[in-house]
Structures are given as structure tokens and as C-alpha cells.
């Protein structure tokens, strides 16, 4: 859990099975590629990490939260734009 608490971290939460989730993925990695350097990406399975999914109180996927310094300052539930994670992060730089 340490790795969540310093710096911006964008989690994508998503399970293996769902549609939507599939979608994110290339959205997901596309706003990694444009911010690398500036935030740490990470894509979560809640599956595998459902207590993450629990303290992060994630209730529908994909979810990405946005973390600055361990503390959540953006959720979007559904499918994201690229432009929607960026501005976020840019946001919080």
C-alpha cells in the first residue's frame, strides 16, 4: 500500500470479464503514455485486490481514482476519456 502514498497515482480499477473495462484499457494506457513522468499508473483487478477495491470504495468498473500525496482528490465511474484522466492529473500537478 505504500506505493499509493506519495506523488499522483491514477488507479484503474476493472475486472477481467467486463466489456467496458476492455474499453478503458487503450484509454487508460494512452493518458499513462502522454503523463509518464509526471504520475504513477496503475491498473487494479478487483478480483485480485478486492480489499483495494473496498478501501477505495469502488462500487461499480472501471473505475480510476486519482491520488495526490495518498489522498483521493478525483473518481470517474464508466468509461473515461483520455482527456478526462489527463486534465485530471493536470489538474492536481
Given at each position: 500500500m505504500q506505493k499509493y502514498m506519495t506523488g499522483i497515482v491514477v488507479?484503474?480499477?476493472h475486472a477481467g470479464g467486463c466489456i467496458p473495462?476492455?474499453?478503458q484499457t487503450p484509454l487508460f494506457e494512452q493518458?499513462?503514455?502522454?503523463?509518464?513522468g509526471q504520475a504513477t499508473f496503475y491498473q487494479v483487478d478487483i478480483a485480485e485486490e478486492p480489499e483495494l477495491a473496498i478501501k477505495f470504495e469502488?462500487?461499480?468498473?472501471?473505475?480510476?481514482?486519482?491520488?495526490k500525496d495518498g489522498v483521493s482528490q478525483?473518481?470517474?465511474v464508466g468509461l473515461t476519456q483520455t482527456?478526462?484522466?489527463?486534465?485530471?492529473?493536470?489538474?492536481?500537478?
Open positions: 488507479i484503474d480499477f473495462c476492455r474499453e493518458a499513462a503514455a502522454e503523463l509518464a469502488v462500487m461499480s468498473i472501471p473505475t480510476i481514482v486519482l491520488l478525483w473518481k470517474s482527456e478526462e484522466i489527463v486534465g485530471a492529473v493536470r489538474g492536481c500537478i
